[in-house]
């Protein structure tokens, strides 16, 4: 398996546009995690989806921010619009077990918002 | 919910020497705690994990102690390398009863001089 996939690994935006992320999560993992990673947050959960289904959203800053997952292999989270704060790096991860074993991550995407 | 704080958040040895990273965490209902390395520009790893029925485990150069009474757990790197520089997190969840999201620390950044 190649493990989490990510796209793009890079991605610069103007500010307003809309930014959509790629994950393809390791096949048969039923947990799947987008993080943010920033110097001053860490690593900060924003969403997770649990056999596809949306289960804690608590961490997404703002309304401007969405999460999908239409089947087990593909998960996409979009900015609309982008602001510089929104500025970090993007991670996916996914688990076969939740909370109670390894997460594999993917490469993340770098977002950069101008 | 869960809140974890690690210490330090640089930490500069020789090579040769050992290493120690500490957290705490909030939640006593906490049971697994994973360590992970993020190397500069790469994904985070999981390099070791501990569960709460056990109070020490080790792999190699690296070893993780649990202390459930005082909710704290420490990771330490003997004989330290040039390669062990990296940013390390260390995590909590309550894995046993069903899923609880990983709850990350700020993260240590090691560097091991020659």
């Known amino acids: 398996d190649a493990g989490v996939i990510q796209s793009p690994r890079h991605e610069v935006t103007e500010m307003g546009q809309e930014v959509t992320l790629r994950c393809k999560p390791i096949s048969g993992h039923d947990y799947l995690f987008w993080y943010r990673q920033t110097m001053m947050r860490g690593l900060e959960l924003l969403i997770y989806?649990?056999?596809?289904?949306?289960?804690?959203d608590s961490g997404m800053p703002e309304d401007r921010f969405s999460a999908k997952m239409p089947n087990a292999s593909f998960s996409t989270l979009k900015i609309q619009p982008s602001e510089p704060r929104d500025s970090a790096v993007y991670f996916c991860?996914?688990?076969?077990?939740?909370?109670?074993?390894?997460?594999?991550f993917g490469q993340g995407t770098r977002l950069t918002v101008v | 919910g869960e809140n974890v704080e690690q210490h330090p958040s640089t930490l500069s040895v020789q090579e040769g020497d050992s290493a120690v990273i500490k957290c705490t965490y909030s939640d006593s209902a906490s049971n697994y705690f994973p360590w992970y390395k993020q190397e500069l520009g790469k994904r985070p790893q999981l390099i070791i994990d501990?569960?709460?029925?056990?109070g020490e485990k080790k792999d190699q150069r690296i070893a993780v102690t649990l202390n459930k009474t005082a909710k704290h757990f420490s990771l330490h790197i003997t004989e330290t390398q040039p390669e062990d520089s990296a940013v390390y997190f260390c995590?909590?969840?309550?894995?046993?009863?069903?899923?609880?999201?990983?709850?990350f620390g700020t993260g240590t950044r090691l560097l091991v001089s020659p």
């Open positions: 991860a996914s688990s076969p077990r939740g909370g109670r074993t390894e997460a594999f």
């Open positions: 501990i569960r709460s029925n056990v």
């Open positions: 995590a909590a969840s309550r894995g046993n009863t069903g899923f609880q999201k990983l709850v």
């Open positions: 989806f649990n056999n596809n289904v949306p289960i804690d």
